[in-house]
Nanobody, 117 residues
C-alpha cells in the first residue's frame, strides 16, 4: 500500500526558503508519477506541478517560474521548492503518487504552508 509523508511546511517569510518533501513507500518509486497539489484558503485543490517517472515536467501556468519540482529516486522522495520571493503560495500542499498501471493516485495528508509578507 502506498504511503506518503509530506514535510517542510510551516510559517515562511515571503523571501525565505521553502522546500517541501514527500517521502513515498509501498511503491516502486522510480515507476511512480508524482505530483504536488495545493489547496488555498477557500479554493479547490489544484495542481502545482507533476513529475512523471520519465518525460516532461508539468507546471500549472500560475506557478511557472515560481516553483521547482524535483525527485530523488534513490530516496523515494519528491520535492517542491519555492523560488519566488513574493508573499504567495499559502495553502495546504498535498503530495500525490500514481504508481505505474494505476489510474488513481494516492494522496498524502498534506502540509500547511503559510507565507507571510
Amino acid at each position: 500500500q502506498v504511503q506518503l509523508v509530506e514535510s517542510g511546511g510551516g510559517l515562511v517569510q515571503a523571501g525565505g526558503s521553502l522546500r517541501l518533501s514527500c517521502a513515498a513507500s509501498g511503491t516502486i518509486f522510480s515507476l511512480t508519477a508524482m505530483a504536488w497539489y495545493r489547496q488555498a484558503p477557500g479554493k479547490q485543490r489544484e495542481l502545482v506541478a507533476s513529475i512523471p517517472r520519465g518525460g516532461n515536467i508539468n507546471y500549472a501556468d500560475v506557478v511557472k517560474g515560481r516553483f521547482t519540482i524535483t525527485r530523488d529516486n534513490s530516496k523515494s522522495t519528491v520535492y517542491l521548492q519555492k523560488n519566488s520571493r513574493k508573499p504567495e503560495g499559502t495553502g495546504v500542499y498535498y503530495c500525490n503518487a500514481r504508481p505505474c498501471g494505476s489510474t488513481v493516485g494516492k494522496w498524502g495528508r498534506g502540509t500547511q504552508v503559510t507565507v507571510s509578507s
